[in-house]
């Protein structure tokens, strides 16, 4: 079973949950780079926490493999990073 989630790693999911629905496939790493405007190192760290979690799960070695582990439902709404509002 997934474990609780903060409000950030929230909008990780939510992030990827959408750009998986309105693409039909998961986003790299540099998508979420891109819409969360933070460093590659941070968006690797991130996953790497959201995985051990148990909130996703990924193939080692495959691009775009990022798979949900959490019902769309407890996913929060997807809200615009700050930065990138303006």
Do not use: C, W
Not at 27 to 50: C, K, N, W, Y
Not at 51 to 77: C, H, N
């Amino acid at each position: 079973m997934a474990e609780p989630f903060t409000e950030k790693q929230g909008q990780y999911l939510a992030f990827i949950y959408n750009y998986s629905v309105m693409f039909d496939q998961p986003p790299a790493e540099a998508d979420l780079q891109r819409f969360f405007g933070t460093s590659p190192s941070t968006i690797h760290q991130m996953l790497v926490t959201l995985s051990e979690k148990g909130l996703i799960s990924r193939t080692p070695g495959k691009a775009r493999s990022i798979l949900l582990m959490v019902d769309p439902e407890e996913i929060p709404r997807l809200v615009r990073p700050y930065a990138a509002r303006a």
